[in-house]
């Protein structure tokens, strides 16, 4: 019997890259989760609903009866910036408490719930912090809702027959339109823009963040993290750091992205893309009807002011992936590599000109 799986937040930018992993794998069918609309397809079953909505969720969820997987990668921002953490604290605690107390009270073959935070466990977004981060490090002053999900996870699981896993990322590299918290699209959109209007391609963080060290995660290879962390006994009850695992400087990676767009580089520039973007909708209009893009609406394409939060860490970003390595997950990504490889496939894709 194959496994079956729910991926929560099914069509996030972490979500939907696990969906494909799993039903390309063969082993698994899928039942994804969330507030969008998604057709079918093959193992693949979609069931919208809203998380926050206790008596709805437990309705919803009641049938998956058999699932034996859970891989939970919602997530519900709150307006402002990346330290307005404390508004972030209920909604995202709820949404969790409500979709794994349903499925666990349902699923009698659970076997294990992945849940995907991030390094924001450490306080990264705070500011300066010790590194490499490393798994057993303290936690800063709360609030974190990070801090309450495992929290809960864990005080929940207690007695269960079924485990848990704790995975964090770092500034994950995919697509998924309408949900595009990744640095990719920010990026590619940005340059597009420059470029039509004329300018070199800068350097829009901190001046310091250009020199500064900083790692991301590629979505493709976080998926596969997922199914070794969903399926490894090793990993039971443990949390890990998954990044691409090395890290480089902007200013070292920025010369290699203006050569996918054909542009010269000019000096860094701080500049608040949030701000600077915030009236460029009817622009990029005009660029999708000249250049023949996929029509998808500027709103959807990219989180300018979560572009601002990756550019503006004037602080090294270093995650240890040791723990992880050592419990048997050995791949890696060259993130150089990575940044040419996906903007390429952007314009091939006519994501943007």
């Excluded at 340059?191 to 590629?218: C, H, N």
């Excluded at 002011?305 to 860490?313: L, R, S, W």
Aim: net charge positive.
């Amino acid at each position: 019997m194959p496994n079956k799986a729910v991926v929560v937040g099914s069509l996030g930018v972490i979500g939907r890259y696990i969906v494909e992993k799993l039903v390309t794998d063969g082993d698994w069918n899928v039942v994804g989760l969330s507030r969008r609309a998604r057709p079918d397809g093959p193992r693949y079953r979609h069931i919208a609903v809203d998380l926050l909505d206790a008596q709805e969720t437990r309705r919803k969820l009641s049938e998956l009866d058999d699932t034996t997987h859970v891989f939970y990668a919602a997530f519900q921002a709150s307006a402002g910036s990346a330290l307005n953490f404390a508004a972030n604290v209920a909604p995202n605690r709820d949404m969790l408490v409500n979709s794994i107390s349903a499925i666990s009270s349902a699923a009698a073959r659970l076997q294990r719930v992945v849940l995907i935070t991030g390094t924001k466990y450490y306080g990264v977004h705070l500011g300066p912090l010790k590194t490499p981060m490393r798994e057993t490090d303290p936690r800063h002053a709360p609030p974190n809702y990070y801090f309450d999900q495992i929290d809960w996870l864990t005080a929940y699981q207690k007695s269960k027959r079924w485990d848990w896993v704790e995975l964090r990322p770092q500034t994950l590299c995919g697509f998924a339109p309408g949900s595009p918290m990744s640095i990719i699209p920010a990026i590619a959109v940005y340059a597009a823009i420059s470029k039509e209007l004329g300018w070199p391609l800068r350097f829009p963080g901190k001046a310091g963040a250009y020199d500064t060290m900083y790692q991301v995660t590629e979505s493709t290879h976080f998926a596969e993290a997922a199914l070794w962390a969903a399926t490894d006994p090793r990993c039971a009850n443990k949390a890990f750091n998954i990044t691409n695992g090395d890290y480089f400087r902007w200013r070292d990676v920025w010369p290699k992205i203006a050569t996918v767009f054909d542009m010269p580089v000019g000096d860094p520039e701080p500049t608040s893309l949030s701000r600077h973007m915030a009236d460029k909708a009817p622009l990029w209009e005009d660029l999708t009807r000249k250049y023949k893009l996929k029509p998808i609406p500027f709103a959807d394409l990219a989180a300018w002011p979560f572009a601002d939060y990756v550019f503006g860490a004037d602080w090294d970003i270093m995650s240890d992936v040791t723990k992880s390595r050592l419990h048997g997950f050995h791949k890696a990504v060259d993130s150089k590599d990575m940044f040419v490889r996906l903007l390429r496939r952007f314009r091939n894709e006519r994501i943007v000109p």
